[in-house]
């Protein structure tokens, strides 16, 4: 990429005529660094350096014998950005309006062009002097009653004070929120222009006095308040052929009258989310609510709220639904590799947006996997390692609910009910195989615009998992009986799940906030109380069994804490805690299963390990024998307690790369994972006070992000700092790292088939927190 760009940047001006200069730099001098950003924007594109990979893609397919083409001209890349006198000097008295509009009103920007052969460099020089500030705030308000709103609220919104510096966006701001509060208080009629700002600047000292006026409508002597009388809702088609002849119609209570051209809907699942009642006085926040409500049911491709007036100061709502199509199917497929091992998986997926005429909404999901180990002798058929069926049932519906009438929580989010049931079927090479199913109820709401919450009052699990028997002896022929125990996943649960986030919706914005997300998932419980009673049959271990399998009891919680600090620009630092622990107990007290445990590595935690390849402690999988390392595959890298920590800052790189953003990253990752109590599998592997701190795996790396606005692509290189896996001052491995074919070498002594890789590569879409 390096070679690419240099060479690129030799022959960028090559196809130029005598006279033409290629801008390839632009600077601005002598500003407030906080005020640099938005005056680079009133530099025009047209005279800001090209992208270089962009103009020479644009080079590559429109050069023609030395020039470039005059027609037939390639739509791709970016055309060369050619020197303007007349955009230079376009821009510097935009530049200098610019200043003037943050208070420098005695500024002035001159500017230099600098050429060498074709090529041209652009400099704006600032002299900005001393800001003006605001002596005197007055307001002149036409209607004594939006005077008196304005006087009662203006503390909570304004902004404008004596002694700032003068800003017209602040006086911006200022018109928005006046609107925006007399929308909220019934003003229907009122608009933007009726605020006009007086400045008056021929003052000492460089001080401003500014005049508020909000006039009255033209021949009105106040402003009118509009109250709703009746609401009209329309469902129909966007094609007019498919309306039906003869709508169905509904006159419901509180002068709501309701239109179905389609047949397919019933009017209170669409009426629970109209927050303008009769009487009420008109509020835009109401009308952005509903908006935002109904388009959260995920079964309208289109909203439109008009309105009309029956009268002096009373409106009319008129709500004009077209639904989004009532069936849809989608058909994905990947393609996977790892390690020697490669295949695919092939899913389906069924969505009807409109079940029972409510909005509910159904989605039935197909999903096959195959994975194929190079490494296995034999045909194609004979190196399957893995095969995964599943099957998903999903019914969503837009509301709570409950076997008790709970207060209606309607501005904050859709509330959800969730009936789910999934079955899987899996089996692997010569391991284990899985017969899983999974059933539940949860909850999904808001009680406040950025805490949500989750629960799932009924969990249940049923899986019949068996070892390979020739496998399950050679682990018991090795002294691993209690993994074996453990690893026959065959269990019941019942339990509950809770999940609460805060400031979930933030994490896309580059702002200043902490997040939070706790989880608390609990097993077993009624059971549990239900063994007091019944009596239930006992399998060799004394576990107690329900449907022939015994039941779980664990209580796992997680938290995941994060402080995101923006740094200004595209600039951001971002710091993690994810603590958990899981705690197997009574029915289920020896060992908690895979499915439940935590592990180490991976894209989204520990970058420099792979998943599943850090830890228990001070576990080292020599220990192993070399045919049981390649049989576990790494499940024997699991553990009840987790501690990790990141920290990552986030920065810009390029601006414009094949239509994305460049972006980059910086980050170091600390943590592990223990098991609770001592076991044969994991020597070292344990939780203790007094060692954890000297069992924390260090790793540091750097990572580009395409941000392409609806998604990011993502690449991190992590590098192992310290590894716990050895002992003393071997664990800081980054010492070895210009010995590593040696040291490789004789980790695959000890190891094998296991490597050692100092850099781990993660590919990923979306950050990784």
């Keep these: 990429m390096l070679l690419l760009i240099f060479s690129t940047s030799c022959r960028s001006t090559r196809l130029l005529e005598e006279g033409q200069a290629l801008v390839t730099k632009t600077a601005i001098t002598g500003i407030d660094p906080s ?12 005279i800001r350096p090209n992208s270089r990979i962009n103009l020479f893609i644009y080079n590559l397919a429109n050069a023609k014998k030395g020039r470039y083409r005059i027609e037939n001209i390639r739509n791709v890349g970016e055309p060369p950005h050619i020197l303007d006198s007349a955009l230079v000097d376009f821009s510097t008295q935009q530049i200098n309006r610019y200043l003037r509009s943050k208070g420098y009103f005695n500024a002035s920007v001159s500017n230099e062009i600098v050429t060498n052969g074709k090529r041209a460099h652009v400099f704006f020089r600032a002299v900005l002097g001393e800001p003006f500030t605001l002596r005197k705030i007055a307001v002149d308000i036409a209607d004594p009653q939006v005077a008196q709103l304005y006087t009662e609220r203006k503390v909570g919104f304004s902004q404008i004070r004596p002694g700032m510096r003068y800003d017209e966006d602040s006086l911006v701001v200022e018109r928005e929120r006046i609107y925006h509060l007399m929308r909220q208080e019934g003003y229907y009629d009122y608009l933007r222009q009726y605020m006009r700002v007086d400045v008056d600047t021929a003052l000492k000292n460089n001080q401003a006095d500014v005049k508020l006026i909000i006039d009255n409508p033209e021949g009105r002597e106040v402003h009118t308040q509009f109250v709703v009388d009746s609401s009209f809702v329309t469902v129909r088609h966007d094609r007019p052929e498919l309306n039906l002849q003869s709508p169905e119609t509904f006159n419901l209570t509180g002068g709501l009258y309701f239109e179905d051209y389609t047949g397919r809907f019933r009017p209170t699942p669409i009426a629970r989310y109209l927050f303008h009642q009769q009487g009420d006085r008109y509020n835009v926040d109401k009308e952005d609510l509903t908006y935002d409500r109904l388009y959260e049911l995920n079964g309208f491709r289109s909203v439109k709220i008009t309105y009309d007036k029956p009268d002096t100061n009373r409106l009319n709502v008129h709500y004009e639904l077209i639904p989004r199509a009532y069936m849809g199917n989608q058909i994905e497929g990947e393609y996977t590799f790892n390690a020697g091992m490669s295949g695919f998986n092939i899913g389906n997926t069924f969505t009807h947006r409109n079940l029972f005429g409510g909005l509910e909404q159904l989605e039935v999901k197909l999903r096959y996997g195959v994975l194929f180990d190079s490494r296995l002798p034999g045909n194609l058929l004979d190196r399957v390692f893995n095969n995964d069926f599943q099957i998903g049932v999903n019914i969503t519906v837009p509301r709570l609910i409950t076997p008790f009438n709970i207060p209606p929580v309607v501005s904050n989010g859709l509330p959800r009910t969730i009936f789910s049931a999934n079955i899987q079927a899996f089996d692997q090479f010569q391991t284990y195989s899985n017969r899983y199913f999974n059933g539940t109820l949860s909850y999904n709401w808001y009680s406040s615009r950025y805490r949500q919450h989750t629960f799932a009052p009924l969990v249940l699990e049923y899986r019949y998992g068996q070892l390979n028997e020739e496998f399950a002896q050679k682990l018991i022929d090795q002294g691993f009986l209690l993994y074996v125990r453990s690893n026959n996943r065959a269990y019941f649960g019942l339990g509950s799940q809770y999940t609460y986030a805060v400031n979930a919706a933030k994490l896309s914005r580059l702002a200043d906030f902490l997040y939070f997300r706790g989880a608390l998932d609990l097993s077993g419980n009624v059971l549990g109380l239900a063994s007091k009673v019944i009596n239930f049959k006992r399998n060799e271990d ?30 951001q630092l971002v710091m993690r805690l994810n603590p958990g622990v899981a705690v197997p107990y009574g029915n289920n007290s020896s060992l908690l299963i895979f499915e439940k445990s935590f592990f180490g590595g991976g894209m989204n935690g520990m970058r420099a390990w792979q998943a599943r390849t850090l830890g228990p402690g001070n576990y080292n999988r020599e220990v192993l024998d070399p045919g049981l390392r390649l049989n576990l595959r790494n499940l024997d890298q699991l553990g009840e307690i987790k501690l990790e920590g990141n920290v990552e800052y986030r920065f ?43 069992q924390i795996a260090l790793g540091a790396g750097a990572g580009l992000r395409f941000d392409l606005d609806y998604f990011v692509i993502r690449l991190d290189a992590g590098m192992k700092v310290r590894d716990p896996q050895f002992d003393g001052t071997k664990q800081w491995v980054i010492s070895e790292l210009f010995n590593s074919r040696e040291f490789k070498n004789q980790y695959r002594l000890t190891n094998a088939p296991d490597r050692y890789n100092f850099i781990q590569y993660n590919f990923g879409i979306g950050m990784p927190f």
């Design 652 to 694: 810009k790189l390029v601006n414009d790369i094949f239509g994305a953003k460049l972006k980059a990253a910086t980050f170091a990752d600390f943590g592990n994972i223990w098991r609770i109590r001592e076991n044969e599998l994991n020597p070292g592997g344990e939780f203790k006070f007094d060692k954890f701190l000297g």
């Design 542 to 571: 004394g576990e107690k069994e329900v449907l022939g399998v015994p039941y779980l009891q664990y209580a796992k919680a997680e938290v995941d804490l994060r402080y995101y600090r923006y740094l200004g620009g595209d600039r």
């Design 35 to 46: 005020l640099e950003e938005q005056a680079h924007a009133y530099i025009p594109v047209d």
